[in-house]
């Protein structure tokens, strides 16, 4: 029977004796789990990120715009065109049963004021359902309701970047602000959202009714004109259904042909974002499995190493059989000094990857996130590497002839 004490013990003695070969030996196996660790941290906190974006952009979102219009032969890009009304959104509201939310919705930059301070934001029309399908709550105040459409009031909701920089730390609501020469009262304000993906302060808005937006702050040529329409549908299954029901309603209401080309667009944006997040989840496993090649390169090193030791200690192990340890015996001694230079490698290679993981996110700011299936798999597979590169060699120490071995210079 195996003594596995005392095997363990002169494991251990073998590899303190020889610390730099050790220590060479676990390098691959360190490089391999920490690189594995990095990789997925930065895989999995990009597809954290996105679904974040994706909770905070609000679900089952459709976005439809008006079409492109053209300059001397130079297309202007969506949106540009005016072709979309306040008519068309509650037509869709009204007429399409997969919807369940609509909201209008335009915006131009504007120079803010409030006493001696003034701030250049993003101004929005938009209606009482725009919060709804946004996935944006009020920290305080109220929302923009049905009568402010109906009376054209002049009211406003205001993100957190706009009053921190007009107010500081006094309560917003019921002041009075400026929006160009226009006054409006300040009836809601807006939690924080943060930075969307593309690192725009969501934050650094003021939303208006849209009617108010049309005939006081903006004014167009074209009454009653809107740049898209934000709609929600029931749900993730009826976006399809919505889309087409959408598409069927506005060529209808724009009179347009069979085979003419729709003068606006519909964009499904939860479809979007999910495509993004699978294609950033499998680029995220993609890097982890590239990583895990330096894990096969480490376990080769070990078995490279343990090959010159059973070579360098031939005469120690003719001299252990000769006084009674068994092929066994020898055999568990080597997995059990392959085993902990992998272990050791792997606790050690942890400790570097969640370092450098965190150092990225300290100074780059890049999402990160580290599982603890991403330590435990780096680990696991950096033990099961320890064994398999590390039989050979023990099994090729147990063969060995005790008088050859004790003849061996």
């Known amino acids: 029977m195996i003594d596995f004490g005392s095997t363990f013990k002169m494991a251990v003695v073998s590899l303190r004796v020889n610390k730099m070969r050790s220590m060479l030996t676990s390098l691959g196996i360190i490089i391999g789990v920490s ?109 923009i309701i049905s009568e402010d459409i109906q009376n054209v009031t002049k009211v406003a909701l205001i993100g957190n970047t706009v009053a921190i920089n007009l107010f500081g730390d006094v309560d917003p609501i019921d002041k009075t602000i400026r929006i160009g020469n226009v006054p409006f009262k300040i009836v809601g304000l807006l939690k924080t959202k943060g930075e969307n993906g593309m690192g725009m302060d969501q934050d650094d808005i003021i939303l208006i009714p849209i009617t108010t937006a049309q005939k006081k702050v903006f004014g167009t040529d074209f009454p009653g004109m809107i740049k898209r329409i934000n709609v929600q549908a029931r749900s993730s299954e009826s976006l399809s259904l919505a889309e087409e029901q959408i598409i069927e309603l506005l060529r209808s209401r724009h009179n347009i042909g069979k085979n ?63 006084i009674g340890a068994k092929a066994s015996d020898i055999r568990v001694q080597f997995l059990i000094e392959s085993l902990l230079l992998s272990v050791i490698g792997g606790i050690i290679g942890v400790i570097i990857g969640v370092s450098v993981a965190y150092g990225i ?49």
Do not use: H
Not at 370 to 390: E, H, K, P, T, Y
């Open 35 to 143: 690189a594995v660790i990095v990789m997925l941290a930065v895989g999995s906190g990009a597809s954290k990120k996105i679904a974040d974006d994706m909770a905070s952009m609000g679900s089952n979102q459709l976005m439809v715009t008006s079409a492109s219009s053209t300059s001397g032969g130079v297309r202007m890009g969506s949106g540009t065109k005016p072709t979309l009304t306040l008519k068309d959104a509650y037509a869709i509201e009204a007429n399409c049963s997969a919807v369940l939310r609509v909201a209008p919705y335009m915006n131009e930059a504007k120079q803010i004021t409030y006493g001696n301070q003034n701030w250049s934001t993003a101004v929005g029309g938009t209606g009482p359902s725009y919060l709804r399908i946004a996935n944006w709550e009020l920290e305080s105040g109220r929302n």
């Open 260 to 322: 003419q080309d729709d003068d606006f667009t519909v964009r499904n944006l939860t479809q979007m974002m999910e495509s993004a997040k699978e294609a950033t989840k499998t680029m995220g496993l993609l890097l982890g499995a590239i990583a895990s090649v330096s894990l096969l390169v480490g376990g080769i090193g070990i078995m490279n190493i343990m090959l010159v030791s059973v070579t360098e200690r031939t005469k120690e192990i003719g001299i252990r059989m000769a």
């Open 361 to 409: 996110k300290f100074f780059s700011e890049m999402t990160i996130a580290i599982s603890s299936f991403s330590i435990f798999l780096s680990m696991g597979f950096s033990c099961l590497i320890g064994v398999a590169f590390g039989y050979y060699p023990a099994y090729k120490a147990s063969l060995l002839n005790p008088i050859d071995a004790l003849r061996y210079e």
